[in-house]
């Protein structure tokens, strides 16, 4: 798949976002059946393989760091905003353990041309929106409008664990619930 200048540019200033800044709402209805595992890959950018492979790293990843990655790729966003699907995805799944809220989603939805980061309040520390949009702008997009799905969605979860293995240098993750954040913050 081969994205344009265009393309590129409106990636760059997709804004990511935190979910535990958003007041907690939940949607209407379920948006996908949540997978057995950190990689649903419904718009096929993974070869399948590739696909075992990044599940069973994710996983290890998850066992040994505690940090909960999930990579989904989707056909459609529903009519929705990218950062309405993500943020409501990542809620609906509860990614992180509910206790420390340390779950990153990495959401591609190629055919609307969009991708878009969620983090959790616990892994704000490491993962601001800054350090998200760079990350999209620097690690996913580039492979992206070069026609490599797969390569951006890869580097792109690299780049997030080299994030947060870093994180040490930057303080330690949050240690109060997204709702004591908000409550906190209000």
């Known amino acids: 798949m081969q994205l344009s200048l265009a393309l590129a540019m409106a990636l760059l200033l997709l804004p990511t976002a935190q979910s535990c800044t958003k007041a907690e709402q939940q949607p209407e209805r379920p948006l996908l059946a949540q997978p057995d595992g950190p990689v649903l890959d419904m718009a096929d950018i993974l070869p399948a393989e590739e ?9 290890s990843y998850f066992a040994r760091t505690g940090d909960a990655i999930v990579l989904v790729s989707v056909t459609s966003l529903q009519g929705r905003s990218v950062e309405d699907f993500a943020y409501n995805l990542f809620n609906q799944w509860g990614i992180g353990d509910a206790k420390t809220n340390r779950g990153v989603l990495l959401l591609i939805a190629p055919n609307e041309r969009k991708v878009r980061i969620e983090v959790g309040c616990g892994l704000e520390n490491p993962i601001g929106n800054d350090v998200a949009g760079r990350i999209v702008r620097h690690d ?30 930057r303080g330690p993750v949050a240690t109060v619930s997204c709702r004591e954040a908000i409550r906190k913050a209000a």
């Open 140 to 169: 996913i997009v580039p492979a992206f409008t070069k026609g490599d799905l797969k390569g951006g969605a890869q580097a792109g979860i690299a780049a997030l664990e080299k994030q947060l293995a870093a994180r040490s240098a």
């Open 51 to 59: 696909e075992v492979a990044m599940d069973r790293h994710l996983r």
